[in-house]
C-alpha cells in the first residue's frame, strides 16, 4: 500500500462497495437483519393493565430483540458478552459471590441491577478493557442511549425467569401504562413493503438508529465495549472511516477485539446515511 496503483486499487474497492449499497439501499431495511438495532422508539399506549402474563413475557422478548439492544451484544455470534439463557437461575450463584458489589438480595433484584447498575458484578473476562473486571462496557439500559422504561425493564426479567424455566416472580406495573416502545411498530416497518423508506439525514440520530452509542462514547452516549469516537477525526480520513463502518475486522485499533462491532452495517445503512455520518465523524477533532 501507499503505492499509486495501491491508491487506485483501493479507491476501486470503495467505490465498488458504494455502489453496492447504493443497489441494496432500496431493499435492505425490508430486510430482516441479522443484528436489530434499536429503531427510534414510537409513543405507544401499552394497556398493561389488561396485559395476561403471556404478555408481558411476549413484550419483553420483543424489548430483548429490539428496542433493548441486548442482542447486539448478547448473542452466540462474537461471544461479546455471556449468553443469558439460565442466568435467572445463575443469579443466585451471582448473589453468593464474594466479588458481587451490589444491593440485590433475589434472583430478580439482581436482573434489575444488572441492567441499570452493571457494574454491581461483573462477569469475569467481560470486563471494560483495563479495569481487571471492576467495571462493565455494558451501558445502564435506562440511559439516554436505550432509554427503557421501568415496565420495560420488568418484561425483560419475566422473559429472561421464563427463559431459564424459572417462576417468573415480577409483577405487571399497572401505573406504567404510558409507555414508549418501539416493539409493536417495529415489526410493522418490517412487514409493510409499501412504507415510504426514513432515510435520516441528522448524524447523532443515525448513531441512536443504529445503536453505535451502546458500545461507544459519541455523541453525548457513552459506550465501552468499542474505541472513544469523541476525536475520531483528528487521526481518521473518511476512507478509514467508511471502511471501519462497511468491513469493521479490516482495521483492529490497539487494545481491541475483532468480531464485536456487527458487521451488517452495509445492509441496513442507505448510502446517503453512510455518508453522512462518514462525514460527520471525520469532523470530529
Ligand atoms: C454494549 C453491549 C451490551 C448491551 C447492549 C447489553 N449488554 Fe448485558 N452485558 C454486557 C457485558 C459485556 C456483560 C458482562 C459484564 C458484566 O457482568 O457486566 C453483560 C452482563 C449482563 C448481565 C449479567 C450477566 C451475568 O452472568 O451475571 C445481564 C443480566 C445483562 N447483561 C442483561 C442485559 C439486557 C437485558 C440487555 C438489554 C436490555 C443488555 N444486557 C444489553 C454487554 C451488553
Ligand atoms: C457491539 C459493539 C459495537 C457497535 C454496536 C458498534 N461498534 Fe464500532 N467498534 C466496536 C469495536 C469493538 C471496535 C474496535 C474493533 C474493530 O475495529 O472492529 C469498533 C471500531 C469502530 C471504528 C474504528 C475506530 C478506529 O479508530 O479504528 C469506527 C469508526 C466505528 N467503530 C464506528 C461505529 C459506528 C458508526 C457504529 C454504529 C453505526 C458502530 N461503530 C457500532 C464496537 C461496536
Redesign the pocket.
Known amino acids: 500500500m501507499g503505492s499509486v496503483a495501491g491508491m487506485r486499487n483501493l479507491i476501486k474497492v470503495m467505490s465498488f462497495s458504494l455502489l453496492t449499497i447504493a443497489a441494496f439501499a432500496g431493499y435492505s431495511n425490508f430486510g430482516i437483519p441479522v443484528i436489530k438495532p434499536a429503531l427510534p422508539p414510537v409513543e405507544e399506549q401499552l394497556d398493561l393493565e389488561s396485559m395476561t402474563m403471556d404478555q408481558f413475557i411476549a413484550l419483553g422478548e420483543r424489548v430483548?430483540n429490539g428496542k433493548?439492544?441486548?442482542t447486539?451484544?448478547?448473542s452466540a455470534v462474537g461471544g461479546?458478552?455471556?449468553l443469558?439463557d439460565t442466568?435467572a437461575t445463575?443469579a443466585k450463584e451471582?448473589l453468593a459471590d464474594e466479588r458481587y458489589q451490589g444491593e440485590a438480595d433475589t434472583a430478580e433484584a439482581y436482573?434489575f441491577e444488572?441492567?441499570v447498575k452493571?457494574s454491581a458484578?461483573?462477569?469475569s473476562g467481560?470486563?471494560k478493557a483495563g479495569t481487571n473486571d471492576t467495571e462493565?462496557?455494558?451501558?445502564d439500559?435506562a440511559g439516554g442511549g436505550?432509554g427503557?422504561s421501568d415496565a420495560e425493564t420488568k418484561a425483560?426479567i419475566a422473559y429472561l425467569q421464563n427463559l431459564a424455566g424459572e417462576e417468573v416472580t415480577v409483577e405487571i406495573p399497572i401505573d406504567g401504562g404510558d409507555m414508549a416502545s418501539s416493539a409493536e411498530s417495529e415489526s410493522e416497518t418490517v412487514a409493510d413493503s409499501d412504507a415510504k423508506p426514513v432515510i435520516l439525514e441528522d448524524p447523532e440520530a443515525i448513531i441512536v438508529k443504529h445503536a453505535c452509542g451502546?458500545?461507544h462514547k459519541v455523541a453525548d452516549q457513552v459506550?465501552a465495549?468499542g474505541p472513544d469516537l469523541t476525536q475520531i477525526g483528528a487521526n481518521r480520513d473518511e476512507a478509514y472511516l467508511r471502511r471501519a463502518i462497511l468491513d469493521p475486522n479490516a482495521d483492529i485499533p490497539e487494545g481491541f477485539q475483532p468480531n464485536i462491532m456487527p458487521n451488517t452495517y452495509g445492509e441496513q445503512l442507505y448510502a446517503k446515511e453512510l455518508e453522512v455520518l462518514v462525514t460527520y465523524l471525520a469532523g470530529l477533532k
Not at 462493565?136 to 451501558?139: A, G, K, L, N
Request: proline share 11%; aromatic share 8%; glycine share 8%.
Open positions: 430483548f433493548g439492544t441486548c447486539l451484544c448478547h461479546r458478552a455471556p443469558l442466568i445463575t451471582r436482573l444488572s441492567m452493571p458484578y461483573v462477569v467481560f470486563g462493565s462496557p455494558m451501558p439500559v436505550i427503557m425483560v451502546a458500545c459506550g465495549l
